[in-house]
């Protein structure tokens, strides 16, 4: 089982990056799908989930409006588009699938700094 992310780096505020997952090894389609975050010093937060179809999608309060979760399961991945991109939202993004197992990928660094 594999989830490799990619797409994080370093961005000015008000910028934007797409982040993305590609997932091995179990049946995508059959996972719902999650990005959590994490920054120095302060808790995992969830920030978007995706139900295995696609059709339900929740945000956290923070990013509502400015993030966008989307997936593919053609191409077994899952997508975070982040717009207007704040200093707070600079963590480690790691993307999650959950049914009854969960696994998880290692991870990308987004930096949010001018």
């Known amino acids: 089982v594999q989830l490799v992310e990619s797409g994080g780096g370093l961005v000015q505020p008000g910028g934007s990056l797409k982040l993305s997952c590609v997932a091995s090894g179990f049946t995508f389609r059959s996972f719902h799908m999650n990005w959590y975050r994490q920054a120095p010093g302060k808790e995992r937060e969830l920030v978007a989930h995706?139900?295995?179809?696609?059709?339900?999608?929740n945000y956290a309060d923070s990013v509502k409006g400015r993030f966008t979760i989307s997936r593919d399961n053609a191409k077994n991945t899952v997508y975070l588009q982040m717009n207007s991109l704040r200093p707070e939202d600079s963590a480690v993004y790691r993307c999650?699938?959950?049914?009854?197992?969960?696994?998880w990928g290692q991870g990308t660094q987004v930096t949010v700094s001018s």
């Open positions: 995706i139900s295995s179809s696609g059709v339900i999608r």
């Open positions: 999650n699938a959950a049914l009854n197992y969960n696994y």
